[in-house]
């Protein structure tokens, strides 16, 4: 019977627990502390006297009611402005994104405008070989015939 009066004053601490949460008056802390209290000394008491346990129905009689059982709470009223803590600063990628794609971008032109200047001179240096030896082969026209 012992762990039952144990439940019943877990369930009665978790209620109270509940009801401070939920935002109750500075009366309901008041007995909610008060009742904290008292659970955590006859808990206490329940131990040193394992022999004489008292009544659940007596037990949870001595309970403030405000640990009892929760009370519904309508629309009206919640709070309508919830508290939400406050945002984490986030670091500015952005900047850093767009300068590390511009200086790739600048990177890349950089490379085909070298690759197009090294084509161009190669072009031309092959074409100035073919125009030299053709040049060289072409024959001098008679001029009799």
């Known amino acids: ?3 039952m009066r144990e439940r019943d004053l877990l369930i009665a601490q978790t209620m109270a627990f509940v009801q401070s949460v ?7 802390e008041k007995t909610v502390t008060t009742s904290v209290a008292l659970l955590s000394v006859e808990t206490s008491e329940t131990i040193r006297a394992a022999a004489a346990l008292p009544d659940i129905e007596a037990l949870l009689a001595e309970t403030p009611p405000a640990a ?3 009370r519904e709470v309508s629309r009206e009223e919640m709070p309508r402005e919830v508290s939400r803590p406050a945002p984490v600063a986030r670091l500015d990628l952005r900047e850093d994104f767009q300068s ?3 200086a790739r971008v600048a990177s890349f032109r950089a490379h ?5 200047r090294e084509r161009e001179a190669y072009c031309s240096a092959t074409m100035a070989k073919v125009h030299a030896a053709l040049r ?7 001029p009799g015939k």
């Open 1 to 3: 019977m012992k762990w």
């Open 22 to 28: 939920t935002g109750k008056t500075p009366e309901a």
């Open 68 to 70: 009892q059982a929760p």
């Open 100 to 102: 590390e794609i511009r």
């Open 112 to 116: 085909q405008e070298r690759f197009n």
């Open 136 to 142: 060289e082969t072409e024959q001098p026209t008679r």
